[in-house]
């Protein structure tokens, strides 16, 4: 492999630091362009330096003074706010991370597809929002969108080699999150501390959430619907404690191919850093006789509505899962900060789509509308519903 030039957007995050990990153990195939972050400035500073990159951009424009200092005398460039961030993203790398948590991500996002190079997408909220225009603008630039939420991940790895158009069915694995077993009782009393402990993966915060209220695999379902056009009626949704089995592709004949791993994002990251080869990685071998058993259940959606919401989103189409996405941003942060209870994270969503008709979204401008005002009405049922 020759040496590539590389920007992680949301470089200080957990899957951007899960890039990081991997791209130091090899530094001399890469050349690191741009990092970002939103204002997490000692732990940017301290990568850019350590990976020599030459730019670091952080959105959040009170910390430029305090990023500029951190990089004094390091030959790293600082820059701040979001058409820097923006600028970054364009500036063209051949290799570009999309790590960055929430529907912020959407912009830089696509200005790194417009550059026509690679994309390894784990901002699964800009797809969400804009799924249609995102894709129309990796078939205009001749991009390549590489997948690297496991789940879609592991269904790009068993397409390999296969026709989408001989696919019967896709399964989406789902772990259950910590909460699989609670009764909606029990869901009622748990804390951001309990909701942020997922018993398999070592997450962000707010992915964490999504997984314990099993929005992230709604939110899944819509990324898969816009990446593998199968149709949503042959993607479905099943539950395996373990997360073992990452996804899987059933084709025609019947033949169901699975991708299986230990649950570590450095996995699905270095799949698509070193596609279309493959490259070592750190992580701990699949042991399936120690594992010994592997577990399925159907997902129960009245304990999970996330999962209709989502479903039926994607159904009505349009301006639907903008609305969704954005109201499940806000909504989790309330929860994060104490305000909202957990049951009330999906009260909110429905609520907020219940509430207004939308024209669908024709540009991305239009995304950003809906996405605002969905937004603010769901800070309003938030502050109706907080105690
Ligand atoms: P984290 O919360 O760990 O990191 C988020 C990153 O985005 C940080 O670099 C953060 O900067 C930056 N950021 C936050 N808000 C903004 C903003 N408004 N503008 C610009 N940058 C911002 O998230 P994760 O790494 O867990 O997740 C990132 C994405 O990947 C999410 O979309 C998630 O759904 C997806 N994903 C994550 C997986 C995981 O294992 N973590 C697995 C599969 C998908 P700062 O540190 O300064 O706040």
Not at 30 to 52: C, G, K, M, S, W
Not at 141 to 156: K, M, Q, R, W, Y
Not at 179 to 184: A, Y
Request: contains cysteine; hydrophobic residues 50%; negative net charge.
């Amino acid at each position: 492999m020759t040496c590539r030039t590389v920007t992680i957007l949301g470089a200080t995050g957990s899957v951007g630091q899960s890039t990081l990990d991997l791209i130091g153990r090899d530094a001399d195939r890469y050349e690191v362009l741009a990092l970002t972050a939103h204002n997490n400035v000692d732990a940017l500073a301290r990568a850019a330096i350590f990976h020599q990159a030459k730019l670091a951009i952080v959105t959040d424009e009170s910390c430029y003074g305090a990023l500029k200092e951190a990089l004094a005398g390091s030959g790293v460039e600082a820059a701040a706010g979001r058409e820097a961030l923006t600028a970054g993203a364009a500036l063209g790398a051949d290799w570009t991370m999309s790590a960055i948590v929430g529907c912020a991500g959407l912009a830089p996002t696509l200005a790194a597809i417009r550059q026509g190079r690679t994309v390894a997408l784990a901002n699964k909220e800009s797809l969400v929002s804009a799924g249609s225009l995102m894709m129309d603008a990796v078939a205009r630039s001749g991009a390549t969108l590489l997948p690297v939420d496991s789940e879609h991940n592991a269904i790009f790895q068993c397409l390999a080699g296969g026709r989408i158009e001989d696919v019967s069915r896709i399964t989406l694995t789902a772990s259950g999150g910590p909460f699989r077993t609670f009764s909606l009782e029990e869901m009622r009393q748990v804390t951001p501390a309990q909701a942020v402990r997922h018993p398999n993966w070592s997450m962000g915060a707010k992915i964490s959430v999504d997984s314990a209220t099993m929005m992230n695999k709604g939110l899944e379902l819509i990324e898969a619907y816009h990446l593998f056009p199968v149709g949503l009626e042959r993607l479905h949704i099943l539950v395996h404690p373990q997360s073992v089995i990452h996804s899987m592709v059933e084709f025609r004949d019947r033949s169901t191919i699975a991708q299986l791993g230990s649950p570590d994002m450095r996995i699905p990251v270095a799949s698509a850093l070193a596609w279309p080869e493959r490259m070592e990685t750190p992580c701990r071998p699949l042991d399936l006789a120690a594992i010994g058993r592997l577990d399925f259940e159907l997902p129960d959606v009245d304990r999970f509505p996330a999962l209709r919401l989502a479903r039926a989103a994607v159904e009505a189409g349009g301006a639907a899962p903008i609305v969704l996405n954005a109201a499940n941003e806000v909504a989790v942060a309330a929860f994060l900060a104490g305000q909202i209870g957990f049951l009330e994270i999906a009260m909110i969503v429905e609520d907020v789509i219940a509430r207004k008709a939308y024209d669908a979204p024709h540009a991305i401008e239009d995304v950003w509308a809906i996405d605002e005002t969905a937004r603010r009405d769901a800070v309003k049922v938030a502050e109706e519903m907080a105690v």
